[in-house]
């Protein structure tokens, strides 16, 4: 069954500290990987898109890597501001026609001053 | 280029009733994704329409849900009878052809009181 596990599944951090999140995927045949930040009463916006052969991206102060054997990605966030409070959201494109996304339930982080 | 707009941003409607969720894609972009997020989910896949057909519907709900995206104007969810499961948001996505990535909108807030 294709799916997409995220943890933690909330996590609070002081500004100015770093943090990483997770994303373990069982999707086949896979396309490519994406990080999506969405923020409260908002649509997901992208942050980050990997394929097969991309082991690290960087986008500012976010980092996703990509280890496509295990099956693992994660998303670094560097020097937290109080604007990256968010569910991150971790999507599979998986191979076919449809260009299906397949979502993690997102990991919820809150900055506080 | 204005980017995905759905509208109305907020809907309430009686049990019964009928909700009619309108997105209007990117400039350009002739792919439409329609996705569902319950409280605490993640966004799950209902439809994928390109103009005038649809690809794959393998998650929308076999009855009272239906989806359309006509030659002209915007793409629209229709929910018949709707229940209070139904409550949650609509997110719309699009893309142009032969490009894997996905712009949401700010979504559709329904509930069904």
């Known amino acids: 069954k294709n799916q997409v596990e995220q943890s933690p599944q909330s996590l609070i951090i002081l500004e100015g500290k770093n943090c990483t999140l997770q994303?373990?995927?069982?999707?086949?045949?896979?396309?490519?990987l994406r990080w999506y930040k969405q923020d409260t009463g908002r649509g997901p916006v992208s942050l980050t898109i990997m394929t097969f052969s991309e082991n690290t991206k960087s986008n500012g102060r976010y980092t996703a890597t990509l280890d496509a054997d295990t099956k693992q990605s994660s998303l670094h966030i560097t020097a937290s501001q109080l604007s990256d409070s968010a569910s991150y959201i971790c999507v599979v494109t998986y191979g076919g026609a449809t260009n299906k996304l397949i979502f993690g339930t997102g990991t919820l982080l809150a900055v506080q001053p | 280029n204005a980017g995905v707009m759905q509208n109305p941003r907020h809907l309430v409607r009686r049990r019964g009733q009928e909700a009619r969720l309108r997105c209007s894609p990117m400039?350009?972009?002739?792919?439409v994704y329609w996705y569902r997020q319950l409280p605490e989910e993640g966004l799950k896949f209902m439809v994928y329409?390109?103009?005038?057909?649809?690809?794959?519907e393998s998650g929308m709900p076999k009855e009272r849900f239906s989806a359309e995206f006509p030659k002209e104007g915007p793409s629209i969810l229709r929910i018949q009878q709707v229940v209070r499961g139904d409550s949650a948001a609509y997110f719309c996505?699009?893309?142009?052809?032969?490009?894997?990535?996905?712009?949401f909108g700010q979504g559709t807030r329904l509930t069904v009181v």
């Open positions: 329409l390109q103009k005038e057909n649809i690809i794959d």
């Open positions: 994303c373990n995927y069982t999707v086949s045949p896979f396309s490519n």
């Open positions: 400039k350009g972009h002739s792919h």
């Open positions: 996505a699009s893309s142009p052809p032969g490009v894997s990535e996905a712009f």
